[in-house]
């Protein structure tokens, strides 16, 4: 079956490093996504990963194990505009459909 | 990425009525979505168009219900027919220009039914 976990919330604080890990079963694999979901708002896409290691993107960074079905966004330097859901979400191999995750509900607080 | 119109963005309808959601992209993709958003919950996907044939549909979601056009590679309909409370959502369009690529979403529409 297809599953992907993601803890339901997390809470950190201002200019801190918060982790959010991401683990996934799947039937095939095309890469691993993370987007960023503002309330009311559409998910917004982040990072990218479907090779093994370590993605940086600015104060956002992504690693995946494929073989550990392992991810997780790293989030540096918090701001109050990182409060967010963050999705995980994997590309199937068939029809090139994405499987997300519940989302990570970020509080960042002062 | 592309950049994707979507509208209404936001309705209140009457029971038993339906609505249709138009997706418009500025350049060709491969692959368009649909997704429903509940209050407070993840994504789910309704169902992939195909351009010139018949969407498919995911685990519970069915024809008759969410109808699915796709005439060309810009542009997708979403019909919410007979529509009732339960339907009130967020249905978001989702497009991939290649397989490759990340999905990218359009703004969503805000349908809330009375």
């Known amino acids: 079956g297809q599953n992907i976990d993601q803890p339901t919330e997390m809470t950190a604080t201002e200019g801190a490093i918060v982790q959010i890990n991401c683990t996934y079963q799947t039937s095939g694999f095309n890469g691993l996504f993370w987007y960023q979901q503002h309330a009311g708002e559409a998910p917004t896409f982040l990072s990218y990963?479907?090779?093994?290691g370590l993605e940086e993107k600015g104060r956002f960074s992504s690693f995946l194990s494929r073989s550990k079905g392992y991810s997780y966004l790293l989030l540096k330097e918090l701001q109050m505009k990182d409060s967010a859901s963050y999705l995980c979400?994997?590309?199937?191999?068939?029809?090139?459909?994405?499987?997300f995750g519940a989302g990570t509900r970020l509080f960042v607080k002062a | 990425s592309a950049v994707i119109s979507q509208k209404p963005s936001r309705d209140i309808c009457q029971r038993g009525t339906s609505l249709t959601i138009q997706c418009q992209v500025d350049?060709?993709?491969?692959?368009m979505f649909w997704y429903r958003q509940q209050p407070g919950q993840s994504l789910t996907l309704i169902a992939t168009?195909?351009?010139?044939?018949?969407?498919?549909?995911e685990s519970g979601f069915v024809i008759d219900k969410f109808p699915i056009s796709r005439p060309n590679l810009t542009f997708s309909t979403l019909t919410v027919s007979n529509m009732s409370p339960e339907d009130s959502s967020i249905y978001l369009c989702?497009?991939?220009?290649?397989?490759?690529?990340?999905?990218?979403f359009g703004d969503g529409t805000r349908l809330s039914i009375l």
């Open positions: 168009a195909n351009q010139g044939s018949e969407a498919t549909y």
């Open positions: 979400a994997v590309k199937d191999t068939g029809g090139f459909k994405t499987i």
């Open positions: 350049s060709q993709v491969t692959m």
């Open positions: 990963n479907v090779l093994d």
């Open positions: 989702s497009v991939v220009g290649n397989g490759l690529e990340p999905q990218h």
